[in-house]
């Protein structure tokens, strides 16, 4: 499996078959181009959305005709499993921005969690919900999601094998959230890549936890 950082929330999972998987698409030049990052010229197969804001629900940006996976419930399509947990965009219960779906994709032996835009801690009766995770996907930033404070305590509940950080502050995204660098302050584990593109498979996955940095693609 390769994962790919595309920018902000999204990601291009493309499977060992060769399906293509984007995690919400954002608008570009969207929330008065606070948004800069370009758009996706590649094919997907599927699109996940975690809720509906357009730095997260941009579907219209993905080339082809992919298949639109939002909301809660489970299904399978080519042998990959797409599980959702329903959560909240903020620590009010979503009574300041909604709802967010923590979705899990499973293929190739490896359990991919994006959080979309998580805003509040998880319970130990949500790890129990996700099961099993191998690859996080983690926002970082703040204001908007967990910050980075938040999203070491969340990293520490679901104990992933890597955990990718997103939705940070670069100089492609205007709006008021942290940079990387604060999350990964004081972590002992931390692999920059140094390119938008990190490849997994299950026989390689490290332990304990490891932090892989990517680079924005767009």
Known sequence: M????????????????????????????????????????????????????????????????????????????????????TTHHDASRGAERGGNIVRVIEADGIAVCHLGDLGHALGPEDATALCHIDVLLVPVGGTFTVDAKGATAVVDRLRPRIAIPMHFLTPKVGLDIGPVDDFLAGKDRVRRVGSPEVEVTKETLPEPTEIVVLDPAL
């Not at 997907?44 to 996976?69: C, Q």
């Open 2 to 85: 390769k994962i790919k950082f595309l920018g902000h929330a999204s990601f291009l999972i493309t499977t060992a078959g060769g399906k293509k998987i984007v995690t919400d698409p954002y608008e570009p030049g969207g929330f008065g181009g606070a948004i800069g990052y370009g758009p996706l010229t590649e094919t997907a197969d599927y699109v996940t959305v975690s809720h509906d804001h357009a730095d997260h629900n941009y579907v219209k940006m993905v080339p082809g005709s992919p298949r639109v996976i939002k909301g809660a419930g489970e299904e399978t399509h080519d042998g990959i499993l797409f599980r959702a947990l």
